[in-house]
Structure formats: structure tokens, C-alpha cells
């Protein structure tokens, strides 16, 4: 899955339940409501990272490294989900 999978589906979570997972347990709930085959992964094989925000939810990836910042395919990348 990429990032716009993931912001896709965390948003039908909400049409479906009236409001957003909480972030600790966002993607583990989008495998149970959603019946997914598993927790979804970035390109490189780790799982998203999902963090609150005032309103709504921001999902990203540490890159290829797995580790905050860096650059090129190490980069972060993230997608803010809500309003």
C-alpha cells in the first residue's frame, strides 16, 4: 500500500464510525474493519507510522533507512488525513 492507500482507507474508517481510529492502534484497526490481510507496509517492508494531529491523523514512512529524516529514497514521507 502507499500513502494515499492508507489516507483512503483511514478515511472510509471514519465514514463507517463516525471519527478517526486513535492513532496507536489506526492501522491495526483499519486490518480489523476493513478486513485487510494485514498491517498495511511501506515499499521498503516497514509498517506506516501514524501520529495525531489537532485534527485528524498523519500517516508516513522513515523512507528505505527506517530512520527520521535523511534524503533521496532514505527521505520521510508523509499524508495528512482530516480536514
Known sequence: MDLQTVRNALQLYRQQHGQYPPADGALQ??????????????????????????????????GADGMPGG?????????????
Open 29 to 62: 484497526a483499519l486490518v480489523d474493519a476493513l478486513d485487510l490481510a494485514a498491517v498495511p507496509r511501506d515499499p521498503w517492508g516497514n509498517p506506516y507510522r501514524v501520529q495525531p494531529r489537532l485534527i485528524g491523523l498523519r500517516v508516513l514512512t522513515y
Open 71 to 83: 534524503t533521496g529514497a532514505d527521505a520521510d514521507l508523509s499524508v495528512d488525513v482530516g480536514p
